[in-house]
């Protein structure tokens, strides 16, 4: 819009120009002004282009890392503790409410109440066992299974364990 009244300018001090000598050296100086007001323009906006191309990038970076960031909470949210103790193998030794070849979950949940930490640890395999420590020997094999799950697993393991009232 700024450019057509440029323009319009410039073609109307151009038709001045006709009228007269004093009037031509007029016309043409507001032709030359206009010309430069136009460059001047047309650097602003791609100036601004500039920027906004630049803003738009970071924008689409910022929005990137949030996504992976939620795939990758995605992924975590995929370490359902129930599951992780029914698919590996948990539960033929462990029940909730009975003690069978180890410890009732709920025993072990009353066990490690408020030491959440102290459960990953002994998940890890670096924790000594705390509900039936005779029990340990026959637990330990099954440790590896447990050491080798990532931390947020071993988390999610936790929390179901210590859910089990």
């Known amino acids: 819009m700024k450019k057509l009244g440029l323009l319009f300018m410039a073609v109307l001090m151009i038709g001045l ?7 031509a050296k007029e016309a043409k100086d507001a032709v030359n002004n206009a010309a430069e007001k136009t460059t001047e323009a ?6 601004t282009t500039k920027e906004a191309v630049k803003d738009a990038a970071e924008a689409t ?3 990137a890392e949030k996504t992976a960031d939620a795939a990758k909470e995605a992924v975590a949210g995929d370490a359902n503790g129930a599951d992780l103790f029914k698919n590996n193998g948990c539960t033929a030794c462990h029940q909730k409410d009975t003690k069978t070849v180890g410890p009732a979950l709920k025993d072990i949940a009353k066990a490690y109440a408020g030491k959440k930490d102290d459960l990953v640890k002994f998940l890890k395999g670096e924790g000594k066992a705390v509900v ?29 364990i210590l859910s089990v009232k």
């Open 17 to 23: 120009s006709s009228c007269g000598s004093d009037n």
């Open 42 to 47: 047309v650097k602003d906006a791609a100036q």
């Open 61 to 63: 970076k910022d929005a």
């Open 132 to 160: 039936d420590p005779g029990m340990f020997s026959t637990m330990k094999p099954n440790l590896e299974i447990t050491k080798k799950m990532s931390d947020d697993k071993r988390s999610a393991l936790a929390d179901y």
